[in-house]
Structures are given as C-alpha cells and as structure tokens.
C-alpha cells in the first residue's frame, strides 16, 4: 500500500540553528499539506501545494519558514531560526485534487533546545 | 475562520458504545472528515460525511447535520485497540482541513 514518506523521524536542534524537513507524497497525489501539530492540539495547516504552486500558506510565519516543492513531487519544510515554540510535530499529507480524505505520514518529532 | 468544538476526553469500558460529538462554524463547507489518531503516530481516515445523515462503516459510524453544524462518531463494541485521539475536521474551500483539538478517548478493562 502506498504511503506518504517523511524523514528525519526525530530531530533535535539548538534554538537559532536551522532545520529542515522532507516529505514524498504518493504518486499522483498532486496536492500536498503540512501541518504543524502540538501536543494535545489538533493538526494546524501551514502550507498547501497544488502541484508545484502554493495555495494557501496564510498560516506559514513566513519570517521564518518557508517551503517548497519544485517539481510538484516531494518537498521541503525549512525552519530559520529555530525557537523554542517551534517544538511540535509536523506532519505531510497528500490528496488527490478536490475534496478526498488526505493521507498522512509519519511525522517528524521536533524538539528545539 | 473556522471554529470547530470537540469534548476533550472520555473514558470507557472494553464492547461497551461511545458517541464523539463535534460542532462547527464554518464558511465554504464541503464536508466533514473523522481521523483517528494514536498517541505518537500520524491521523488516519476513518469516515467522510458530506450529506446529512449517518455513515455507517463497520464498528464504526458517523452522523452530519448540516443545519446544526454538528457531527458525531459512534464506536461500537469497543476494544482496547480503540483508545486513541478522534480528530473532527472540516474540509472548507479547496480541500483545506480545519481540525478540532480532538477527544482523547480511553478503553479500559
């Protein structure tokens, strides 16, 4: 079966320092989402790729992240600078286009220190 | 914005039936989504509820009122594997999520 894919895993970084985060969606799913989720909250959208354009990072502080995804298949999240509050868990998904359930990987555990 | 109401958490015994209520605020509807979450991992699907009335898929079902703003997931025969976090999400616009913080529901013996 078919999974979205995201590395690292866990990731610990000192506050200041920059991260980044990877995700391949599944093939054919051209629309692809990251979310941010903290513990004890519900998963939070940051960014929405429809192939390679953004369709919505209204929620992105875009002083420090940004995101890409260049050739409308896998993509990155960079954090720079890290901060303390930035310690969560974020989490990929992908979607067929229009309104279909989204499929989530496995997240990446960030801890900022 | 959207604003999505959830119970935080609820506690229940092992076959017994659970009701998961979630109500909504929201502009551009296009219908409502419950995720099943368990501590550490990522969301997966359960149901999809675009039409008023209840969807019943396995032990599990789901029920959508749209004129309430209002939805509800219904565990049956309850197992401990079930003890996980429910997510309530509306799907708005252009298939974005909005998510409630979801209700941690706990099986016991």
């Known amino acids: 079966e078919a999974e979205v894919a995201q590395s690292p895993r866990y990731k610990i970084t000192e506050k200041s320092q920059a991260v980044a985060f990877w995700c391949d969606p599944i093939?054919?799913?051209?629309?692809l989402y990251w979310y941010r989720q903290i513990l004890g909250q519900g998963p939070e959208l940051l960014v929405q790729?429809?192939?390679?354009?953004?369709?919505?990072d209204s929620q992105l502080p875009k002083d420090r992240f940004s995101a890409e995804r260049l050739k409308g298949v896998d993509s990155t999240l960079k954090i720079q600078p890290a901060e303390l509050g930035d310690s969560a868990m974020y989490l990929c998904?992908?979607?067929?286009?229009?309104?279909?359930?989204?499929?989530f990987g496995p997240g990446t555990r960030l801890t900022v220190t | 914005g959207q604003n999505i109401d959830q119970p935080t958490e609820m506690t229940a015994t092992e076959g017994a039936i659970v009701q998961i209520n979630c109500t909504y605020q929201?502009?551009?509807?296009?219908?409502l989504f419950w995720y099943q979450q368990h501590a550490g991992e990522a969301p997966t699907f359960l149901s999809y509820?675009?039409?008023?009335g209840l969807e019943e898929k396995g032990r599990f079902s789901s029920f959508l009122s749209r004129s309430k703003g209002y939805s509800y997931l219904l565990l049956k025969e309850l197992q401990m594997k079930d003890s996980a976090s429910y997510l309530c999400?509306?799907?708005?616009?252009?298939?974005?999520?909005?998510f409630g913080k979801g209700n941690q529901v706990v099986v016991i013996p």
């Open positions: 999400a509306v799907s708005y616009g252009n298939n974005r999520l909005a």
């Open positions: 790729f429809q192939d390679e354009s953004v369709v919505d």
């Open positions: 998904a992908s979607s067929l286009v229009g309104v279909y359930e989204q499929y």
């Open positions: 929201t502009s551009g509807f296009n219908g």
């Open positions: 509820n675009v039409l008023d």
């Open positions: 093939s054919g799913h051209a629309t």
